[in-house]
């Protein structure tokens, strides 16, 4: 019996990790997003200063190019953490469906168990009524 109690807290604790896991990579990605957007305005702002909004023109501030390209960086990270994203979720539902199955065999051998018991108990009163 110890020995599935073991292997309970085990999996409880793989599906809390995955769970933090999964956190992780949200928060990440949730912070990525508002850098992008606080980049995007810094860009705007620069634009704004310069009064040069085509990409290509030689007096475009270098400082906008730069940020354009950070946020192009953190775009394409924010897709590869989606990716990550996606296969978090499945490893998350897996691991809450192996913790379900085994807690629910932990209890159908409990109530097994439990059953058992009475039964045992049963047939010794038959044996003492038919004895007295």
């Known amino acids: 019996m110890k020995s599935r109690?073991?292997?309970i807290r085990l999996k409880r604790f793989e599906v809390e990790e995955k769970r933090r896991?999964?956190?992780?990579?949200?928060?990440?990605?949730?912070?990525?997003?508002?850098?992008?957007?606080?980049?995007d305005r810094q860009i705007a702002v620069e634009q704004e200063r310069a009064g040069v909004t085509d990409v290509n023109h030689y007096a475009y501030?270098?400082?906008?190019?730069?940020?354009?390209?950070?946020?192009?960086?953190?775009?394409?990270?924010?897709?590869g953490l989606e990716a990550k994203?996606?296969?978090?979720?499945?490893?998350?539902?897996?691991?809450?469906?192996?913790?379900?199955?085994?807690?629910?065999?932990?209890?159908?051998d409990s109530d097994r168990a439990r059953d058992d018991v009475?039964?045992?108990?049963?047939?010794?009163?038959?044996?003492?009524r038919v004895a007295g």
């Open 118 to 128: 009475p039964e045992a108990e049963f047939g010794m009163l038959g044996v003492q």
């Open 21 to 39: 896991k999964l956190a992780d990579i949200e928060s990440m990605i949730a912070e990525f997003n508002d850098m992008a957007v606080d980049l």
């Open 5 to 7: 109690d073991a292997v």
């Open 61 to 79: 501030p270098t400082f906008a190019k730069a940020a354009m390209q950070r946020r192009d960086n953190l775009a394409m990270s924010v897709a």
């Open 85 to 108: 994203l996606a296969a978090a979720k499945g490893e998350l539902e897996e691991a809450e469906e192996d913790l379900r199955k085994i807690e629910f065999m932990h209890g159908r």
